[in-house]
């Protein structure tokens, strides 16, 4: 079975620019969530969508959104890029929510941003 | 509020010796999950391990060990006889039972010295 992946695997975005990073998650799996890891740190929740719908935010500014698709795959959008937005972006999925999110969480190896 | 605090930033051990990766971890509730994940290079976390806030019983696998004190909200990890694979970062996460947000440390760099 293929894992999550994530496209592209690098990028690199200039200041102000728009970025879409995209999530294929695990045959099967029908939550989504997206991660952002600055360089030293550790991942920060950013979005989590269930069945289509948005179910948790973090803190993160309204320059972020993302959305899911009928067949679960995920987008991820940021615009008027910062500096301070080049980190790796990390995407997981689960099965459901809960109990199924507990027992079943599995990330990608993640989007690399540079800002410049 | 939630947090979880990792205090060794970066640890450097010669091959074969026991290493202890320390986890400390902020909640009032009641129910909720500790993780280790490991993330090599290529960036990808590895799940490592899962524990319930209602089960503080020690776990062993392989060389990988885990001690879960309640009493001092301490998740510690020890790599037994340590290998040069085993380099990475290791973060320390933590999970309410009441949404599914994991809350991460801020990772520990491990180097094993060949």
């Known amino acids: 079975d293929a894992g999550v992946t994530q496209s592209p695997t690098h990028l690199i975005k200039t200041r102000g620019q728009h970025v879409t990073l995209r999530c294929s998650p695990i045959s099967g799996h029908k939550s989504v969530s997206w991660y952002q890891q600055v360089l030293g740190q550790g991942p920060q929740f950013i979005f989590q969508?269930?069945?289509?719908?948005?179910?948790g935010r973090g803190n993160f500014p309204d320059r972020f959104s993302a959305r899911q698709f009928p067949n679960y795959s995920s987008e991820l959008n940021v615009n008027a890029l910062l500096l301070g937005d080049s980190a790796l972006y990390l995407c997981a999925s689960s099965r459901g929510i809960g109990t199924d999110f507990n027992y079943g969480y599995t990330f990608g190896s993640g989007t690399r941003l540079t800002v410049v | 509020a939630q947090k979880v605090t990792q205090a060794q930033t970066e640890i450097s051990v010669v091959e074969k010796e026991d290493v202890t990766l320390d986890c400390v971890y902020e909640t009032r509730d009641t129910t909720y999950y500790l993780f280790w994940y490991k993330q090599p290079p290529s960036g990808e976390l590895v799940f490592l391990i899962r524990r319930n806030s209602f089960d503080e019983q020690n776990e062993i696998s392989g060389r990988y060990s885990w001690n879960f004190q309640k009493s001092t909200s301490s998740f510690n990890f020890t790599i037994t006889a340590s290998q040069v694979v085993d380099s990475a970062v290791y973060f320390c996460a933590l999970k309410l039972n009441r949404d599914d947000k994991i809350i991460f440390g801020k990772g520990t760099r491990l180097h094993i010295l060949p």
């Open positions: 969508y269930y069945e289509k719908e948005e179910r």
